[in-house]
Every structure is written in C-alpha cells, then in structure tokens.
T-cell receptor, first 115, second 115 residues
Framework: DGGITQSPKYLFRKEGQNVTLSCEQNLNHDAMYWYRQDPGQGLRLIYYSQIVNDFQKGDIAEGYSVSREKKESFPLTVTSAQKNPTAFYLC??????????????FGSGTRLTVV | AQTVTQSQPEMSVQEAETVTLSCTYDTSENNYYLFWYKQPPSRQMILVIRQEAYKQQNATENRFSVNFQKAAKSFSLKISDSQLGDTAMYFCAFMKRRAGNMLTFGGGTRLMVKP
C-alpha cells in the first residue's frame, strides 16, 4: 500500500544535541512538507520541497534543516539552535497531477521531547 | 500572507445531533482551495472535505458538509448525525492555487461527541 512513513514515533533529545526525523513516501509525490504542531497553535510550516535537491523555508525554519536527495525522502534535522524543540512533528506529501489538487497525505507523526 | 481563524477552541455535541464548526480566513487571492482536516486521538491527520473557491456549490461528503461564503471569507463545517468517532481536533486549512501547495492551518477546534 502507498503511504508516508515517519520514524521514530517517539524521540528524546538531550540539550545541545542534533536529532534527525525520518520521512519516507512511496506515493510518487513531488512535494513534501514538514509541520510542527504545538498545543492550541495548529500546524506551522517548517520547510517544504517541491522537487529533488530543492527546498524552501517555511514560517518557522530557524533551528531546523532539511535535505531532499531522493524524491521519496525528506528528513528533518532539529539542531541545537532550536530553543524549544519539544513538539509533535508531521510530515506530508502532495501531488498536483490530474484535475485540481486533493490535499496532503500525512504521516503519523513524531513526538520529540527534550530531556 | 494568508491567515485562518477558528474562533471555537472547544465544542461538544450529543450523539446523533448536528454541530457546526466555524472558520474564517483572510486573503486577497481569488483562486484557492479550502479544506477541513480531522485529527483523532491517534493524531493521524485525515482529510474530511475540500472546496474549490471558484465553485459556488457547497461540498458535501456523507454526513459532512460545508457552508462556503466567499464574500464573507467564511468556511464552516457541518457534521450531521454526530457519532462518537467524530471526536477529534478539526483543522480548517487554506491553499492558494499554484503557490507551492502550502497549506495554512487554523488553530483547530476540539470537538467532543457525548453519548
């Protein structure tokens, strides 16, 4: 079955460490996205990528980095520069082929906690 | 920049009754898409319904329907015959056509369906 897989489901980070969240899709979607979800604030865009080897900053990119070396993969690194990284992180992908646009397919998320 | 506002942080409804969730948005665009997403306790994001701004007819999906008022920039979600499984966070989202397909989300409404 086609889908989008995020791993790990739970991740703990010590102060000053970089951690990488994985996102893989087998839907042949061109575009991929990373969102951060905090309680009561909805989802905020961190980074997005429309094609391989290209990506753009979203609204809250500071302290994060990404790469898009393969169409299927869009990992997110939370660096030590991110002062408040504890949150729920959602990866999504989309396709604009065909008639109209049908929204995102989301992964199941990664819960990151700073310890 | 687009903004999406959901003015009801929490709502509750009795099973089998009807409930309406509000959403307003601010944009200068004329061509765009609007969405409602559901996030149950599993935290998996699920697309509920989609509306294209150039279509005047309100979208419907089984028990879910929208009231799209373009001039008022309003996009409310009506859930008929509420079921216990409808208990979830509901997010309204906006996308400008051909703009990287980035979704802008509202802050969410937590809906509790009571037996």
């Amino acid at each position: 079955d086609g889908g989008i897989t995020q791993s790990p489901k739970y991740l703990f980070r010590k102060e000053g460490q970089n951690v990488t969240l994985s996102c893989e899709q087998n839907l042949n979607h061109d575009a991929m996205y990373w969102y951060r979800q905090d309680p009561g604030q909805g989802l905020r865009l961190i980074y997005y990528s429309q094609i391989v080897n290209d990506f753009q900053k979203g609204d809250i990119a500071e302290g994060y980095s990404v790469s898009r070396e393969k169409k299927e993969s869009f990992p997110l690194t939370v660096t030590s520069a991110q002062k408040n990284p504890t949150a729920f992180y959602l990866c999504a992908s989309s396709s604009t082929s065909g008639q109209g646009w049908y929204g995102y397919t989301f992964g199941s998320g990664t819960r990151l906690t700073v310890v | 920049a687009q903004t999406v506002t959901q003015s009801q942080p929490e709502m509750s409804v009795q099973e089998a009754e009807t409930v309406t969730l509000s959403c307003t948005y601010d944009t200068s665009e004329n061509n765009y898409y609007l969405f409602w997403y559901k996030q149950p306790p599993s935290r998996q994001m699920i697309l509920v319904i989609r509306q294209e701004a150039y279509k005047q007819q309100n979208a419907t999906e089984n028990r879910f329907s929208v009231n799209f008022q373009k001039a008022a920039k309003s996009f409310s979600l009506k859930i008929s015959d509420s079921q216990l499984g409808d208990t979830a966070m509901y997010f309204c989202a906006f996308m400008k056509r051909r703009a990287g397909n980035m979704l802008t989300f509202g802050g969410g409404t937590r809906l509790m369906v009571k037996p």
